[in-house]
Nanobody, 125 residues
Framework: QVQLVESGGGLVQAGDSLRLSCAASGRSFRNYHMGWFRQAPGKEREFVTTTTWIIYDTYATDVADSVKGRFTISRNNAKNTLYLQMNRLKPEDTAVYYC???????????????WGQGTQVTVSS
């Protein structure tokens, strides 16, 4: 079992930065594939970025085209924490952001068994 708690969301202006955190409890955090997804009102939950466990402390990163070059995912296994650094935010980044963990990697949200409660990010123009 893994429990995830996101924090760091808020209301910012276009061009600003935010860093989201996802604190994980449970065993074997380092072996889980982790990701950030988001859901805007009236839309389906969508992939943002993932960090896929390869071997030992080696991970592969995948990033959606819409945020490439602006968002960066990272993880601190010693702290059981996943991060999302978001720079040059745009109004279209407004959504609830969710942290997810699972044993199957990929961009499909259904691959991930564990989800946080979400944190709201609102970007004003």
């Amino acid at each position: 079992q893994v429990q995830l708690v996101e924090s760091g969301g808020g209301l910012v202006q276009a061009g600003d930065s935010l860093r989201l955190s996802c604190a994980a409890s449970g065993r074997s955090f380092r072996n889980y594939h982790m990701g950030w997804f988001r859901q805007a009102p009236g839309k389906e939950r969508e992939f943002v970025t993932t960090t896929t466990w390869i071997i030992y402390d080696t991970y592969a990163t995948d990033v959606a085209d819409s945020v490439k070059g602006r968002f960066t995912i990272s993880r601190n296994n010693a702290k059981n924490t996943l991060y999302l650094q978001m720079n040059r935010l745009k109004p279209e980044d407004t959504a609830v952001y969710y942290c997810a963990a699972g044993r199957t990697p990929g961009r499909n949200p259904s691959n991930y068994e564990y989800w946080g409660q979400g944190t709201q990010v609102t970007v004003s123009s």
